[in-house]
């Protein structure tokens, strides 16, 4: 198994360690994966570059009551995603250009998305309205770190 992937299982281990101490509903918690696997990806295939050093990614997640809140930054080249377009479906799939996809799903899973970088680093910190449970008081999860080298 490989570095990359063995931290990817980590990332997706830890978001599940949250998903379930904050009783996040299935379809968040799925939402959630799809998210991290996504922008994790993208900085191991854009990022990564040998012999260049880099390679870290900080996730960070809250709940707040209907809120999801995510960062990721990762110290990879610059790179705000959100300048990029969406892909255009309506054309063929001979003249599609390779990539995009995934952050267009990224996208179209959250409510507010904002980038910046600084400090040698990139930061995309996400929010996603959700609807927990009926339960009488909304439930509050502190913020959570995981620190990621790939």
Not at 3 to 20: G, M
Request: charged content about 25%; some cysteine; aromatic content about 6%.
């Amino acid at each position: 198994m490989s570095a990359v992937h063995v931290e990817l299982t980590r990332l997706q281990s830890f978001a599940d360690a949250f998903a379930r101490k904050c009783d996040l509903p299935a379809d968040e918690w799925s939402r959630l994966l799809i998210i991290l696997d996504e922008l994790f990806t993208n900085a191991v295939t854009h990022g990564v570059r040998s012999g260049v050093p880099g390679g870290n990614v900080i996730v960070t997640l809250g709940l707040r009551p209907g809120r999801l809140l995510m960062s990721f930054v990762d110290d990879g080249p610059a790179f705000n995603p959100l300048a990029f377009h969406p892909p255009d479906f309506g054309r063929p799939a001979d003249e599609h250009t390779i990539g995009g996809l995934g952050i267009h799903i990224v996208r179209a899973l959250v409510h507010r998305a904002r980038y910046r970088r600084a400090g040698g680093c990139n930061y995309l910190h996400l929010l996603r309205r959700i609807r927990l449970s009926d339960a009488p008081a909304p439930k509050i999860c502190p913020l959570a770190e995981d620190r990621t080298r790939h």
